[in-house]
Nanobody, 121 residues
Framework: VQLQACGGGLVQAGGSLRLSCAAS????????MGWFRQAPGKEREFVAAISWSGGRAFYADSVKGRFTISRDNAEHTLYLQMNSLKPEDTAVYYC???????????????WGQGTLVTVSS
């Protein structure tokens, strides 16, 4: 499966953005999906993940209550709604696909190219 993330941009602290990740191929609905991010000078970290059906989702503690992951299998698209953004949310955000949703980077075999989110204070 090929993934392409978009929707990043510059936003003020407290604002919102919605990221999208478009997947090619009909296998999208078979995969668990995740969002990860990498801030400058830091390692890539887990943000959120969702099961193939959308029935199970979980989040990093740092974004819980502010971010919502969702998916539309008919449209082959993954979303990340980000509210109450903070400067520390500034990073390149990546979507990824795995046989089973996970918070572990090594579980994901397919990655999108990343989209930059910048939150100004």
């Amino acid at each position: 499966v090929q993934l392409q993330a978009c929707g990043g941009g510059l936003v003020q602290a407290g604002g919102s953005l919605r990221l999208s990740c478009a997947a090619s191929g009909r296998a999208f609905s078979r995969y668990g999906m995740g969002w990860f991010r990498q801030a400058p000078g830091k390692e890539r970290e887990f943000v959120a993940a969702i099961s193939w059906s959308g029935g199970r989702a979980f989040y990093a503690d740092s974004v819980k209550g502010r971010f919502t992951i969702s998916r539309d299998n008919a449209e082959h698209t993954l979303y990340l709604q980000m509210n109450s953004l903070k400067p520390e949310d500034t990073a390149v955000y990546y979507c990824a696909a795995a046989l089973d949703e996970s918070s572990y980077i090594a579980s994901y075999g397919y990655w999108g190219q990343g989209t930059l989110v910048t939150v100004s204070s």
